[in-house]
């Protein structure tokens, strides 16, 4: 029972029907840590501070807009469909540090990982995480 309640696994279909801000929402907390795991396991010394700075330069809207323009010839369809679908999703806001073209590719980032996380494709989504630290770092 707790198994269902700290992860559900959803299907393509299920995970399609979702709103691309949804998956965007869910894609930014799995990137964030799994970044926030990278530098601090190849970084054990740094304080919690420390890696929080060093963390923002992988995930802020510049940085993902940058990665997605490489991995976009990578992407399967069905990957780059849900990408377009984030992208052009409609925000109500845009951060201050971000113009609007980075943000919107950012969210469409973003949404490709919740995507990928949902619907349980772990391969995948290590491979393309594996190369967004290969394209900031």
Do not use: W
């Not at 309640?5 to 894609?27: C, D, H, M, T, W």
């Not at 601090?40 to 990665?67: D, G, R």
């Amino acid at each position: 029972m707790l198994d269902s309640l700290l992860y559900k696994s959803f299907s393509k279909e299920e995970a399609i029907r979702l709103n691309p801000l949804q998956l965007a929402l869910v894609g930014d907390a799995v990137y964030e840590a799994f970044i926030r795991n990278y530098i601090l396991s190849t970084n054990t010394q740094l304080s919690a501070h420390k890696v929080h700075l060093k963390a923002i330069s992988f995930v802020k809207a510049h940085a993902q807009s940058e990665i997605i323009k490489v991995l976009e010839e990578q992407l399967t369809e069905q990957e780059f469909s849900i990408y377009k679908r984030g992208r052009n999703a409609k925000s109500s806001t845009v951060p201050k540090n971000a113009d609007v073209r980075e943000y919107r590719a950012a969210t469409g980032f973003e949404a490709l990982i919740g995507y990928l996380f949902l619907i349980n494709e772990k391969e995948r989504l290590r491979e393309i995480l594996l190369k967004c630290i290969n394209i900031n770092d």
